[in-house]
């Protein structure tokens, strides 16, 4: 089942662009690194910087690489690190690169290569994978301060830290059990998502977990987030968390199963009130299934946020998707949806197997004025992976929604040597006429990200090389940057 998922998977990230371009408007800028850019890529702006994590069957890496010089040179990792990301630390004129370990969190100074401890901490991570460097979201400004904070999970708790004035930080432990799953007798432990909304509608962020049909709420005050949690009920009829977990082996028929679970915390409408994104699965049998997004559009109350039992939106699409994107594609402050798909029967794999591809599909449904979406697509696109079943590996194309506050969006898609570029059209989202820009492409185009990188307004595009890619570009990042 996950095998046949992960064939689906295709990242599509939503970046800015100022006006519509033509192919002349970018900047292409490549730098080499020392080891594959095969990990997670984090851009900190007032460093003017790109990290880039690597990684091999027995070693691990991470770059800095100078957007001024457009060269790269190592960071030594700590043996305790397990994730990074940037925090603004105080003290500090700029974002820092911080690391989350065994023992704590940690900052790096690039002026003497050295890292700093910013605090201990104990988590759900007791022990290192030393093959591995992943970028992890555990930084955020909880109480709008402009100083970073923490969020920790562990086996019993998600750990707050509130960074203070004087660089100090105030501990909040917020009470919630890990899930835990049992295949054998290796456990396997998984974290609650924390999901960040304003309940009572204080300007405070609080955060709340979602157990079974409800919501574990911890309410933030002015000295940080109360000891004990309200449990909201929810009423939107969720899949227990025991049945909701699909695994073979459980003796569970997969017809017509059908599971509803709680799939993201939003401002969709632009209402400044969080509304809740609930995604049903749908399964055929265990190797086809159709996923619908029903959206419940929040409402302030006496009590707090109230939610119909009812969707007040409803998105139905077709086959196994990866992660979807809510983003505004049209300009009207509302975010629309769209997603990469792919339907699999035993035709698909069949042709998999034999022609080592498996056909993909990236549907869009804008956000009407009432709320609701199309029943359909109002514009499909296609997109075909390559499927090495020698090399168990399955190469991506790059595809990109390119999003700007101030222009239609357009539609960016990695063939063979070049980008092709899709501009807009207000009928269907996109025309069906493309500006091709000469541009290497990456096998796995999962690994490509999108930043500002030379801080004009305008979104840039990163693409990520491997050792599995031509000599020629191996090991490199490649900037697409927008003029």
Known sequence: MMKLKYLAVLVVTAIMSAEPLMASEFKQVQVQLEHPANGDTLFIPGAKAVLQSGHSSNSRWLSWVDLTTSTAKQVPIPTQAQFFHKAQVKGQPN?????????????????????????????????????????????????????????????????????????????HSLVVDAKSRLFDENPDYISRNARFLDWNADGRTDIAFAIDDSLLLYLQTETGF????????????????????????????????????????????????????????????????????????????????????????????????????????????????????????????????????????????????????????????????????????????????????????????????HLKVYQSAKEKLFSSKSIRLKQAIPLNGMLASTADLDQNGKMDLILPFTHLDPEAVRNQLHFILQQ
Do not use: C
């Open 95 to 171: 974002e820092q690169l911080v690391v989350l370990g065994v023992e704590g969190i940690s900052y790096f100074k690039p002026e003497d290569n050295s890292w700093q401890r910013l605090l201990n901490t104990e988590s759900l991570y007791r022990t290192v994978d030393a093959k591995r460097l992943l970028k992890l979201d555990f930084v955020y400004d909880f109480n709008n301060d402009g100083l970073s904070d923490f969020i920790v999970p562990d086996f019993n708790a998600h750990h707050v830290y509130l960074q203070q004035q004087d660089g100090s930080f105030s501990k």
């Open 226 to 417: 109360l000891a004990k949690a309200e449990v909201i009920e929810l009423g939107l009829d969720l899949t227990p968390d025991a049945l909701a977990e699909v695994r073979g082996g459980d003796g569970r028929s997969f017809k017509g199963l059908s599971i509803k679970r709680l799939y993201e915390v939003k401002d969709l409408n632009n209402d400044t009130i969080a509304d809740l994104i609930v995604r049903q699965e749908q399964f055929a049998d265990a190797v086809e299934q159709s996923y619908s997004y029903r959206i419940h559009y929040g409402q302030t109350g006496p009590g707090g946020l109230q939610f119909k039992a009812e969707p007040d939106a409803l998105i139905n699409t077709k086959g196994i998707q990866s992660e979807p994107v809510f983003t505004d594609l049209n300009n009207d402050k509302r975010l629309d949806f769209f997603t990469p798909a792919a339907e699999f029967g035993i035709g698909t794999l069949v042709r998999a197997l034999l022609a080592g591809t498996a056909n993909m599909e990236l549907q869009f449904f804008p956000q009407l004025q009432s709320g609701k979406f199309p029943d359909k697509p109002v514009y499909r696109q296609d997109a075909t992976a390559q499927v090495s079943i020698g090399n168990a590996q399955v190469n991506l194309p790059v595809l990109k929604a390119l999003v700007s506050d101030q222009a239609p969006a357009l539609l960016l898609i990695g063939d063979e040597d």
